[in-house]
């Protein structure tokens, strides 16, 4: 420790949480917005020391590895975006009176307890406390969705609630299990939920055991991930809530739970006689990947046609890691990275474009780059990267997860390929009408911050072009450590 | 060795009980008899948790067992009840699906969930692994009463009846350590808090708390 008295770590735990606590006594929306943002920011530069900052040896209840580090990053910078998003996109909604200033106090402090509860599952060294966080995280973005109270956001909550506990209580039966399974070899107590230990020595463990469990975990943490016969609530989840947190869900909740979903992953390869977790994720991938695209055609309501675009992206992350080996896994974490950047980017678009046009329908929304330039060749770029077109970053992802498997499984690939493309043209088909055209629905001018959005793409392009030597290393690194 | 089958039969007896009020309430038509049966059911779970933490020598679970006791057998049934009389609910439960066919679905899931654990576990401790059977039971008993009921009060009950099979597993599993009962028993605090906010939500927009009410409004039919 030489930079002593200060500790990442901590820091990224205690700033969200400390803010949160803050921003929910304090009045005034100016004042706690930026305070968000810049709760945001520093825990983004906190993030950003553990790259320079001396690693902790794997504690009982934290880690810092080549896995999770990333994901800090990301999480913590997309949170600090979003923050800035929210700042413009709540003062519109302050305006037109959706949303109350006593609420508003309540969004803010939630929104931090959220990044909390993120965060801490990105640190946890110990599966029940992940179990905790994740739990943590999406109770409270169960609030942020009920949020309207509308009709539709209170059945979104509601829904989302209900499938959500279902999926948490699947969860902990599995992490229970898992403790089950270790404990002849482990002996009781604490350690056999560590898991770095569970880690080192799951070669003993009971690998029928291990097997159950990981069915469970699959389910369970699958629900989150909205993994196709379990994603009911993300659809409707992402539509009626506040669009900032449309956002997060689909750039950071689902890959908190697709996180966790990895750790286990590494702990049943880690036992020889257990199943081989592979088969499972690949037919689920590829169910959601394949339903998604189709859904996508049938929507009339454009942040539930971008949920159903990450339902789809999920599948096609979950497919790249139940491949596995060494490319796929590379190709499945730069998506995840690459998605979660897009994905973002394009719901602060949608945000602004709904708030101007006073409606989320599609067909009222018609010619945007003609009425808002900014936005709509905004929404444009987001729409063209996520569809897979190069040069941007997402391309590149799925250009890997596609070669890496035609050359082990030519039919998987097929069936991969079919599914990109549908989901391509719906996504075109869109976008056509939304973006070109002659325009409808109001032209006011949009007082959007385009910053965020910019940023994101930027980054997006950037991968895809050239990514760096180190970067490279490092991602190869942690795609070898998941198997 | 005496001693030890004793224990190993109450803590079989009482978790056996938790499967058949689980089965119980599948069957209950009326608000308050629910209510009553889950008051029953978490009953019946702190006294398997106290039965545990005494032959396990765990004193922590004591906590577990009183939190059972206090929260989920008094607390909740009588919060509840109260809710449902001032929403004026206290009529039939609306099932979505029959009881013969629910309890025929009950009893294949109790089925499944002892073939599969038994077979899994064979290695395992026997108290461990029937208890592990058992809990099984409960937390697919529990999801199949959220399935079957369109009651927001009974989906409620049912999630809770879930998470007491998440307990009587986490008290089976020996040695667990305690950060993971706390987790527990603050996950059904915070549930609840949840569930409060909602049912005061709902009924402060609808007039029912009858949840497929709120289909009508899906976004897609705008």
């Given amino acids: ?483 | 060795m005496q001693m030890h089958s004793i224990a190993f039969d109450i803590s079989h007896t009482l978790a056996g009980g938790l499967v058949l009020i689980s089965l119980m309430m599948l069957y209950q038509d009326r608000l308050y008899s629910l209510l009553n049966v889950f008051a029953l059911h978490a009953l019946v779970l702190s006294l398997s948790v106290a039965w545990q933490a005494f032959i396990q020598d765990a004193p922590h679970l004591y906590v577990t067992a009183v939190i059972a006791l206090v929260f989920k057998a008094i607390v909740i049934p009588v919060a509840l009840h109260r809710i449902v009389k001032q929403l004026g609910i206290h009529r039939d439960i609306e099932s979505a699906v029959g009881i013969g066919p629910t309890m025929l679905a009950g009893m294949g899931l109790v089925a499944l969930s002892l073939v599969l654990m038994l077979r899994v576990t064979s290695d395992a401790d026997p108290l461990a692994r029937e208890d592990l059977a058992f809990a099984l039971s409960v937390v697919l008993l529990g999801l199949l009463v959220m399935v079957t009921r369109r009651n927001a009060v009974s989906q409620v009950v049912g999630f809770m009846s879930l998470e007491n099979g998440l307990v009587l597993a986490a008290t089976g599993a020996k040695g667990m350590p305690l950060v993971v009962e706390i987790s527990v028993a603050f996950s059904i605090l915070i549930a609840f808090i949840v569930i409060g906010i909602f049912l005061f939500r709902i009924r402060e927009r609808f007039d029912s708390v009858d949840v497929s009410a709120l289909d009508d409004f899906r976004g897609e039919r705008r």
């Fill in chain 1, 1 to 483: 420790m030489n930079l002593s008295y200060f500790d990442p770590v901590t820091a990224v735990l205690l700033i969200p949480i400390s803010s949160a606590a803050l921003l929910a006594a304090l009045p005034g929306y100016r004042l706690t917005a930026r305070l968000n943002v810049v709760a945001s920011l520093t825990t983004f530069l906190a993030a950003l020391s553990l790259f320079v900052a001396e690693r902790p040896s794997p504690g009982p209840y934290v880690l810092i590895d080549d896995l999770n580090i990333v994901f800090i990053v990301l999480n913590t910078f997309v949170g600090f975006t979003t923050s800035i998003f929210s700042a413009s996109y709540i003062a519109h909604e302050l305006e037109t009176g959706r949303l109350t200033p006593t609420y508003l106090r309540f969004y803010h402090a939630m929104y931090q307890t959220m990044m909390f509860g993120m965060n801490l599952a990105f640190v946890s060294n110990n599966i029940g406390l992940m179990w905790v966080a994740v739990e943590l995280a999406t109770l409270t973005t169960v609030l942020m969705v009920g949020i309207y109270r509308t009709h539709a956001a209170l059945e979104a909550a509601w829904k989302y609630f209900i499938l959500g506990s279902v999926g948490i209580a699947l969860a902990l039966f599995g992490t229970i299990l898992v403790y089950m399974a270790a404990r002849p070899v482990m002996g009781e107590g604490q350690d056999g939920m560590v898991w770095t230990l569970l880690v080192e020595r799951a070669a003993n463990f009971d690998a029928a055991l291990l097997n159950v469990a990981f069915v469970f975990l699959f389910l369970g943490y699958g629900t989150k991930v909205g993994l196709a016969p379990l994603h009911a609530w993300l659809p409707d989840a992402h539509a009626e809530g506040p669009t900032p947190i449309s956002a997060v869900l689909s750039g950071l909740l689902l890959n908190v739970a697709l996180y966790a979903l990895l750790r286990f992953k590494i702990l049943l390869a880690a036992n020889p006689a257990s199943i081989a977790p592979g088969p499972l994720m690949v037919t689920m991938g590829l169910v959601s990947l394949i339903f998604a695209a189709f859904m996508l055609y049938r929507r009339r309501d454009i942040k539930r046609l971008f949920a159903y675009s990450s339902i789809e992206h999920m599948g096609i992350i979950v497919f790249a890691f139940g491949m596995g080996g060494p490319l796929a896994n590379f190709a499945g974490l730069l998506h995840m990275v690459m998605h979660s950047l897009t994905k973002s980017a394009i719901f602060y678009a949608v945000g602004h474009i709904s708030q101007i046009k006073g409606t989320q329908r599609i067909s009222r929304i018609r010619g945007l780059t003609v009425t808002h330039p900014a936005l709509g060749w905004g929404l444009v770029a987001g729409v063209v990267a996520i569809a897979g077109l190069p040069p941007l970053g997402i391309f590149m992802s799925e250009f890997l997860v596609v070669s890496s498997t035609f050359a082990r499984q030519p039919l998987l690939a097929i069936v991969l390929v079919f599914g990109l493309l549908l989901a391509f043209g719906a996504l075109t088909l869109r976008l056509t009408s939304v973006a070109f055209g002659e325009p409808r629905g109001s032209a006011a001018p949009a007082d959007a911050s385009y910053i965020p959005m910019f940023a994101h793409l930027a980054l997006v392009l950037g991968a895809g072009i050239y990514l760096p030597a180190p970067l490279v290393v490092w991602f190869q690194h942690v795609a070898q450590l998941l198997g």
